[in-house]
């Protein structure tokens, strides 16, 4: 390459989006909100000021690991061919000049780094005029991202492009002069869908609950049960990436969910800040269909579990709670959505049921920091040594909501529902069994970090609701 430089010794870098799969003013959003929920209200007083102090305020705010970001391998590989041929390589950012300079210093690759001050936002031509002024007309490369870039490009002696749309890439070729076009990363509708969390759905089917349980299989309460459903799959859809956007440092910290869709930066934080309220308000639509009561529901739905995402994750116990609580909501929505009444006995075992799954979450998070020899779970208020006490509250629970189920198989309502009734009574030898090996799995460490999610493509689990199944439908038949 030492051959190829030409007269342009220098080779500007940009950062958000370029150098990173990922976007620092919205990093530095996101992880100052998950610090202090009142981080809008301040970020709108500081925008008043300008862009520049709006960077410099919330990335005082945030808390960056500059070793965690998405790096765009294809830049960096650009980066040290230009240097190794003798070349300088610099930073160059509409970011704040503070983490410019971290990410900078964590690389060891730039001969300089510039950022804005909190006064001067560097980006467009604001950019193009510093790095004039700095290295001449035509005197630099540069590589960068966005149409922002076009007047840094047109003054640039060489202009590359990181994973630039085709008609971004059109707009650059127009300009003339060196044109390079670095590839883009993967990602696309597969990384929009993945970030959705479609199999996280499945514990959406609660909202039919009261349908089966009640044996109510109209078409009118079917339509209503599968739009109940539909909204809390898009409300829910919204609420995992909030939680995947306040969860960013935590997420690229843990061997597995580093590489979601978010904390991977497979898909652009920009995308993934401006898709959750598309996903409430889509929700809230579909909700508005089952009357106002239903919204109700919903928006209690998302408040609670944004609460959770923000503050009751981090409180020991409360956590698991608040999880259990979100599980029986689905049900509780279902009987709102259809207007079947539900059987307290379906409720309080509901509670105790998912106070046992959400424990078993907990149980598995701590087994794997257990295994990595991390002393707490990250983002979370548990230690290693709370282990023992979390997977005993996991199997209490889990019994207790055994023996609530088999109180309600004797209850006079039962009787009259099913014609063998005592069939019924297979169900509890299931469940018994089945959270039991739930236990001890999770204890051995073959837990995922959803036992909802873990349940559907285990074996065993299989086999245990298809029993369950059969239970149920043996009861019915006359």
């Not at 804005?116 to 001449?136: C, I, V």
């Not at 993967?186 to 499945?202: C, K, S």
């Not at 652009?268 to 089952?290: D, E, H, K, S, Y």
């Not at 929505?333 to 959400?358: E, K, M, N, Q, R």
């Amino acid at each position: 390459m030492k051959d190829d430089l030409g007269k342009c010794r220098v080779l500007v870098v940009d950062l958000d989006g370029t150098l990173i799969h990922s976007d620092m003013l919205f990093e530095s959003f996101w992880s100052a909100l998950g610090r202090d929920w009142r981080t809008p209200f301040a970020a709108l007083r500081a925008l008043a000021t300008g862009r520049a102090a709006l960077k410099r305020r919330l990335a005082a705010a945030a808390d960056h690991d500059p070793a965690a970001l998405p790096y765009n391998g294809a830049v960096l590989d650009y980066a040290r061919n230009w240097r190794s041929a003798g070349g300088r390589v610099v930073l160059v950012s509409a970011a704040d000049d503070g983490l410019v300079q971290r990410v900078a210093a964590h690389l060891g690759l730039f001969d300089e780094a510039h950022g804005s001050d909190g006064q001067r936002n560097l980006k467009g031509p604001a950019k193009s005029r510093f790095l004039t002024e700095r290295y001449g007309t035509k005197g630099y490369a540069y590589i960068g991202d966005s149409r922002a870039d076009l007047p840094v490009w047109k003054s640039a002696g060489r202009a590359v492009t990181a994973g630039a749309g085709r008609g971004l890439r059109r707009q650059v070729d127009g300009l003339g002069g060196r044109i390079e076009h670095l590839p883009a990363p993967e990602g696309g509708a597969w990384a929009i869908l993945r970030a959705l969390r479609p199999h996280q759905w499945l514990k959406n089917i609660l909202v039919f609950m009261p349908m089966l349980a009640g044996h109510h299989f109209s078409t009118a309460v079917a339509l209503q049960s599968a739009l109940a459903f539909l909204s809390f799959c898009l409300v829910a859809s919204c609420v995992y990436i909030l939680n995947d956007l306040l969860d960013l440092t935590a997420d690229r910290a843990h061997p597995r969910k580093c590489r979601r869709p978010l904390a991977s930066g497979a898909l652009p934080i920009r995308l993934g800040t401006a898709m959750a309220p598309a996903l409430l308000f889509a929700g809230l639509a579909v909700a508005l269909t089952l009357g106002p009561l239903f919204v109700l529901v919903m928006l209690g739905y998302f408040i609670l579990t944004t609460l959770y995402s923000l503050w009751l994750k981090r409180l020991v116990v409360a956590d698991i709670c608040t999880l259990a609580v979100l599980y029986t909501t689905r049900i509780l929505a279902g009987a709102v959505a259809t207007g079947l009444p539900l059987s307290v006995w379906i409720l309080a075992f509901a509670i105790f049921f998912f106070l046992s799954l959400a424990a078993v979450k907990r149980q598995a998070e701590l087994v794997d920091s257990a295994v990595r020899g991390q002393l707490s779970a990250a983002g979370r208020g548990y230690h290693a040594d709370d282990l023992t006490l979390v997977a005993q509250m996991a199997t209490a629970a889990g019994y207790v909501s055994v023996l609530v189920m088999a109180l309600y198989l004797n209850s006079p309502a039962v009787q009259e529902i099913y014609s063998r009734p005592s069939v019924l009574w297979g169900i509890c030898l299931v469940l018994l069994y089945w959270i039991s090996n739930m236990v001890m799995v999770t204890h051995r460490g073959g837990m995922d970090d959803d036992p909802v999610v873990y349940a559907v493509k285990d074996r065993t689990s299989q086999i245990c609701i298809l029993l369950v199944i059969a239970c149920a439908v043996g009861a019915a038949l006359t």
